[in-house]
C-alpha cells in the first residue's frame, strides 16, 4: 500500500469564526474516531471529527519513533466489523510496522469515505453543557466552535504525551525527541551519541535500532521491565488458517475473550503441574513471540495469585540472564519489583541482546538517580554522560490525560470534570459520567480498554454508543445521563475486579503511578473483554439500568441501579452454572444427589498441597466414623481444628470441603480434621448433632496421638457443617467437655424453624436454593424437632460459648439466620467477629480456586482461628489488599513494590 495513500488530504478547515452545528462531534480520528464517524454516518447522524493531527492515525500518526510495532498480533490488531474490510487487507507480518498500520487506518479512511467530516488541525480546548439548548458546545484552537447534541471522546489511552519530570531538559543544546511525538522528517542519529531514557515498550521497541545507528548509545533505566521476543515474520499459519477458515467465529470468539484475542481460558493452576511441565509450557510460550499468549495460557493463577506469578517470573528472569553476557547487567534488567504482567510486558526484537554490543551501556537509575539534564548531556548523582541527542520514551499521561488536557469540561449544573476527577475517575462501564448528559468516552477509565486488543475494546464501545444513540432517536429521547447509584455501584465493581489480579501490586501507568500527584488506582476494568461485553448489554436489556432517559414529550425513563453487585468471579461461576443447566439436586433422590456431587467435586481442581494427609476412623456417637487429617508442612505441633462439612446434613463427606480444608490448613498453620458424620435420611436428627459431640471429643483426646498440640481444640463448620460446629459448642458447654478455643461458623444453618427474608430474596440462582434448603431439612428433622437447639443452635442457650467468627454470604438463602447467630452471641456476651461478605454466594469460600475473591475472606478466618488458638497473625505478600471490601492505597502499592 503506498504511503501517499495516506497523505494528508485533510478536509477544509472551517475558516469561520461561526460556530459549527452536528448531532454528534467526535474528538480524535485514530482506530476510535474513524470507526466513529462511519457507524454514525451510516445512522444518519451529522456529525464531526474534530483532530489535533494533520492526518488520520492517533497512535500510529504520532509513534514513528524507529522499531514501532504493535505487540497485539495484527490480524487480531484489526477492524473487524466489515468481513470485506479483512479481505481487503493483507497484513504482512505478524506485528506490522508503525507505517503499515497507518497506511491501514489510511486505507481505512478512504474506504469509508470519512476524511470529508474530519477537521484536522484542529484541537479542542474545552467543553461546555448548555443546559437550556442541550447541547454541548466544545471551543477549539482553530476554527468554528462545535455545537453538537452528543460529545463523544476517542481522544486516546495513550495519546498524552508525559512530561520528562527532570530538571535541565531546556538547556540542553543537542537534539531532543519523544518517542510518542516523533520527528516526520528522518531522524539522523549515524555516528552520534545518543541517550534513551526509559525502558517501556517504547524504550525497548526502539533501543535496538538506535543501537544499530549510534556511536555509543547509553540507556538510562529507572525500573526493568519484563521483554518477551517477538519472533516477528509473516502471520503464524495456524492463526490465519483459522481466521480465514472461519472469520466469523474467530472474530466472535475474541470478541468474548478475556483479553480481545481468541485464546481459550486456562484452567490448569501451577501446583497442578510439575516443573517439567511448567518449564515445557513456558519455552513453547516464549518460542511463540506471543503477548497475551503469556499472560494468558501458561497456569491459570499466573495473574492472580503471587506464587504462581513467580513461578513465571523466575523462568523469565532465567532467560534474561541467559541472553545478556554480562551478569551485573543482566542482574539490572531483571524485574523484581512487580508481578510479571502487573506492568504492561514489552514485546523486543534482540532488546535484551543488544546490551551484548560494545556501544551501548546500562545506567541503573535505582543506583545512580539523574540529577539533572545539562548543555552536554545527563548527570547522575555519580557522574556526567555527554551526548549528542537525547530520546525521551518516558511514556503517557495514560487514560486520563487527553480527557482531563480539554479544560475545562463543565457538565451539568457547572460541574467541572477535573473536580469530579480530583481523586481518580469515576465513571459508569468507562462510558459515562454523572453528571455530564450526552458525553461518552471511548475506551475511558473503567472500560477494559488498555488491558485488551484496543481493536476489539473500541469496536464494542463505539457499537454500544453509536446503537444507544439510534434507539434513542427512535424511543423520542434526547438526553442520557449516567446515575450516581450506577457510577458508585461500578466503581465498586471495577474495585472487587481490582482485587482478583497483580495489577495492584505494582506502580505503573495503568495505576496513574507514573505520573507524579496523579490520583492512583488501577484504571482500566480488570475484569475482561467478554464479561465487560457481557455486563454492556445486560445494562441494555434491563432497560438501561443506571441510565436517565429524558426528552420532550416522552416520559422520563430511569431504572437506577448497580449492574453487578455480585463479586465478578461469583459471576462467572453462578453464569456457568446456569449454562450447565444442571438438574435441581432435590429431584434425584438423596443417593442420586450424593452420586452427582461426589462426580461434580471430581472435576474441580486438586487443592494445594500440604505437610500432609492422612485418614482414618474414629469413634462417633453410634459407631466408628472416618476422618481426613491435613497437617501442615511447619513444624507441629500444631492446634487442632474439628471440621463439619457441608451439605444439608445428606450429602457431601469428610473428603467433600478438601480443597478449603487444605487452603485451611496451609493458611492457618493448624491441623484440620474433617469429620464424615452420619448422614439422613439414613440416620436422622440428632444424629449429626450427636456424631459432632463425640467427634469433637475424641480428637481432643487423642490430639497428642494426632501430631497436635494438647489442650483446648477449635471446631469450624460450613453450612450444615457449621450448624454442627455451633451445635457441638453448646454441647460441649453443657455436657462437660472437651474445652473449645473458637468457633468458625461458615454461611451457618442456625434455624431450622424459622424462615428469614434472605430465603425469598435469595431464593433461587445463586447454587443453594431454597427448595433444596427446605429438602434437606425434611430429610434431616421432622418438623417437631425443628426448635431443638441441637438442631436450631439459635435457640439455645448462647451465653458461655467460645469466641466465634460468624461469615455471612449477601446472596446466600441462609445469610440472615447466620446474621441472627451473630446478633445473638454478642447480645449473650461471647466475643463475635462477623464476616459479611458482600457479592459471596454459599458457596464462594469453600471452591477455593474458583472464587478467588474468597482469599480475603479465608485470609480473616485463619487469622481468627489463629487468635483463638493464641498464635501470632501470619501475612503472606500480595495478600493484603484481599480482605473484603478493601482496596489497596497508593502508599501499599509502594511498599508491596518495594
Ligand atoms: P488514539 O489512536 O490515541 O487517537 C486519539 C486521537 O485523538 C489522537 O490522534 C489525538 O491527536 C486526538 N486528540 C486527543 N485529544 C484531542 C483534542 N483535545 N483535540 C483534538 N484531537 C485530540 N493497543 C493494542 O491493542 N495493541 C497494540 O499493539 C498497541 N500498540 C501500541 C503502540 C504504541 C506505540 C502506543 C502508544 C499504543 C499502542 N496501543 C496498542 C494502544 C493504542 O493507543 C490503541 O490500540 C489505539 O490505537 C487507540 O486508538 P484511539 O483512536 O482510541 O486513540
Ligand atoms: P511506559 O511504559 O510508561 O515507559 C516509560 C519509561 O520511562 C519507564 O521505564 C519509566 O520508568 C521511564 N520514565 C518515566 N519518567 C522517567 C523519569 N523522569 N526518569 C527516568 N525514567 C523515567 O511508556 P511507553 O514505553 O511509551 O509505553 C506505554 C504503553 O504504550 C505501553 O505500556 C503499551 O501499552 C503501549 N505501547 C505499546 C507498544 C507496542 O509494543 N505495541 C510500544 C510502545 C507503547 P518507571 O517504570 O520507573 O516509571
Known amino acids: 500500500m503506498p504511503d501517499t495513500m495516506v497523505a494528508a488530504r485533510a478536509s477544509e478547515k472551517t475558516g469561520s469564526a461561526g460556530t459549527q452545528a452536528v448531532d454528534v462531534a467526535v474528538v480524535g480520528a485514530g482506530f476510535a474516531g474513524l470507526y466513529l464517524l462511519h457507524r454514525l454516518r451510516k445512522a444518519g447522524f451529522t456529525t464531526v471529527a474534530l483532530e489535533e493531527a494533520d492526518d488520520v492515525g492517533g497512535t500510529w500518526y504520532w509513534n514513528r519513533y524507529p522499531g514501532a510495532r504493535c505487540d497485539i498480533q495484527t490480524i487480531d490488531y484489526s477492524y473487524t466489523f466489515d468481513p470485506e474490510l479483512d479481505r481487503a487487507w493483507k497484513w504482512s507480518e505478524k506485528y506490522a510496522t508503525q507505517p503499515e498500520i497507518l497506511r491501514y487506518l489510511g486505507f481505512v479512511a478512504d474506504r469509508y469515505d470519512v476524511r470529508r467530516d474530519i477537521r484536522f488541525g484542529t484541537r479542542v480546548t474545552a467543553a461546555n453543557w448548555d443546559q437550556g439548548a442541550e447541547r454541548w458546545l466544545l471551543t477549539t484552537d482553530h476554527g468554528a466552535a462545535v455545537s453538537c447534541r452528543y460529545y463523544i471522546m476517542a481522544t486516546g489511552c495513550l495519546s498524552s504525551p508525559k512530561p520528562p519530570e527532570i530538571d535541565g531538559v531546556k538547556d540542553f543544546k543537542g537534539e531532543v525527541y519523544f518517542t510518542g511525538r516523533w520527528p516526520h522528517n528522518e531522524v539522523k542519529l549515524a555516528g552520534k551519541r545518543v541517550a534513551v531514557i526509559g525502558t517501556g515498550s517504547s524504550g525497548i521497541q526502539s533501543i535496538p535500532l538506535i543501537a544499530e545507528q549510534a556511536a555509543e548509545l547509553t540507556v538510562f533505566q529507572r525500573t526493568p521491565n519484563f521483554a518477551l ?77 503471587v506464587d504462581g506469578n513467580a513461578l513465571l517470573a523466575d523462568l523469565l528472569r532465567e532467560k534474561i540472564r541467559s541472553l545478556v553476557k554480562d551478569p551485573a547487567t543482566a542482574e539490572a534488567l531483571s524485574p523484581h519489583d512487580h508481578p510479571f504482567g502487573s506492568k504492561r510486558p514489552c514485546l523486543d526484537t534482540n532488546y535484551y541482546a543488544t546490551y551484548n554490543r560494545p556501544n551501548v551501556t546500562l545506567v541503573n537509575l535505582r543506583q545512580e ?81 488498555v488491558l485488551s486488543n484496543m481493536a476489539v475494546s473500541i469496536e464494542q464501545h463505539v457499537d454500544w454508543v453509536v446503537d444507544r444513540l439510534v434507539a434513542m432517536r427512535e424511543a423520542g429521547f434526547t438526553t442520557i445521563e449516567a446515575t450516581e447509584a450506577a457510577q458508585d455501584g461500578w466503581a465498586r465493581h471495577m474495585a472487587d475486579c481490582a482485587t482478583l489480579t497483580l495489577h495492584r501490586l505494582a506502580n505503573t501507568w495503568y495505576t496513574g503511578a507514573n505520573v507524579p500527584g496523579k490520583p492512583q488506582g488501577v484504571m482500566p476494568y480488570t475484569g475482561g473483554v467478554g464479561p465487560y461485553r457481557s455486563i454492556c448489554n445486560e445494562v441494555v436489556g434491563k432497560g438501561m439500568l443506571g441510565f436517565r432517559l429524558k426528552g420532550p414529550g416522552v416520559a422520563e425513563q430511569c431504572n437506577d441501579g448497580e449492574v453487578v453487585r455480585l463479586q465478578p468471579d461469583v459471576r462467572l461461576v453462578l453464569n456457568m452454572l446456569e449454562e450447565m443447566k444442571l438438574p435441581a439436586i432435590e429431584s434425584l433422590g438423596a443417593q442420586g444427589a450424593r452420586d452427582f456431587v461426589t462426580e461434580f467435586n471430581a472435576g474441580r481442581p486438586a487443592g494445594r498441597p500440604v505437610g500432609e494427609v492422612v485418614d482414618g476412623t474414629l469413634p462417633g456417637a453410634d459407631g466408628p466414623l472416618p476422618y481426613r487429617l491435613y497437617r501442615p508442612a511447619t513444624p507441629g505441633p500444631h492446634p487442632v481444628v474439628v471440621y463439619f462439612h457441608g451439605g444439608g446434613w445428606v450429602l457431601g463427606d469428610e473428603q467433600s470441603d478438601d480443597p478449603f480444608c487444605r487452603d485451611m490448613c496451609r493458611r492457618s498453620g493448624m491441623i484440620f480434621v474433617s469429620v464424615g458424620y452420619r448422614h439422613a435420611p439414613e440416620h436422622r436428627f440428632p444424629a449429626a448433632a450427636e456424631d459432632g459431640l463425640a467427634a469433637t471429643r475424641w480428637i481432643a483426646a487423642h490430639a497428642a496421638e494426632l501430631g497436635g498440640r494438647p489442650g483446648p481444640v477449635l471446631v469450624a463448620g460450613w453450612s450444615a457443617g457449621g450448624n454442627i460446629a455451633a451445635v457441638t459448642c453448646q454441647l460441649a458447654r453443657d455436657r462437660g467437655g472437651p474445652e473449645i478455643a473458637g468457633q468458625l461458623l461458615l454461611c451457618p444453618v442456625t434455624d431450622c424453624a424459622v424462615e428469614r427474608p434472605s430465603y425469598t430474596d435469595n431464593a ?42 460468624v461469615v455471612t454470604c449477601e446472596f446466600d438463602p441462609l445469610r440472615d439466620e447466620g446474621v441472627a447467630y451473630a446478633e445473638a452471641l454478642t447480645a449473650a456476651g461471647v466475643p463475635v467477629q462477623h464476616i459479611e461478605a458482600r457479592g459471596h454466594f454459599h458457596a464462594s469460600f469453600t471452591m477455593v480456586d474458583v472464587v478467588i475473591t474468597g482469599v480475603g475472606g479465608r485470609m480473616q478466618m485463619a487469622d481468627a482461628l489463629r487468635r483463638y488458638a493464641g498464635l501470632p497473625p501470619e501475612r503472606k505478600q500480595g495478600d493484603e489488599g484481599l480482605r473484603p471490601g478493601r482496596t489497596a492505597s497508593p502508599h501499599e502499592i509502594n511498599a508491596a513494590a518495594e
Open 369 to 449: 538517580p539523574i540529577k539533572s539534564i545539562t548543555a552536554s548531556g545527563i548527570r547522575t548523582d555519580k557522574r556526567a554522560i555527554d551526548v549528542d541527542a537525547i530520546v525521551f520514551a518516558t511514556g503517557f499521561d495514560a487514560m486520563t490525560g487527553a480527557i482531563m488536557a480539554i479544560h475545562p469540561i463543565t457538565g451539568r449544573d457547572g460541574k467541572s470534570l477535573s473536580d469530579v476527577w480530583a481523586h481518580g475517575p469515576q465513571t459508569y462501564l468507562g462510558l459515562a459520567v454523572s453528571g455530564f448528559p450526552n458525553l461518552f468516552m471511548i475506551t475511558g477509565p473503567g472500560s477494559p480498554s
Open 229 to 305: 521476543p517477538a519472533h516477528n515474520g509473516p502471520a503464524p499459519a495456524d492463526r490465519v488458517a483459522l481466521l480465514e477458515g472461519d472469520s466469523a467465529t474467530y472474530r466472535e470468539q475474541a470478541r468474548w475473550s478475556l483479553a480481545g484475542v481468541p485464546l481459550p481460558q486456562q484452567t490448569e493452576v501451577s501446583w497442578q503441574l510439575s516443573d517439567a511441565e511448567r518449564r515445557e509450557r513456558f519455552e513453547k510460550a516464549w518460542a511463540a513471540g506471543d503477548l497475551v499468549y503469556m499472560l494468558t495460557q501458561l497456569w491459570a493463577d499466573q495473574g492472580v495469585d
Open 764 to 805: 433461587t440462582g445463586y447454587f443453594l436454593t431454597r427448595a433444596l434448603m427446605y429438602w434437606f431439612k425434611d430429610l434431616y428433622c421432622s418438623p417437631a424437632d425443628r426448635s431443638d437447639p441441637r438442631a436450631s443452635p439459635l435457640h439455645g442457650k448462647l451465653s458461655g460459648l467460645p469466641p466465634a467468627l
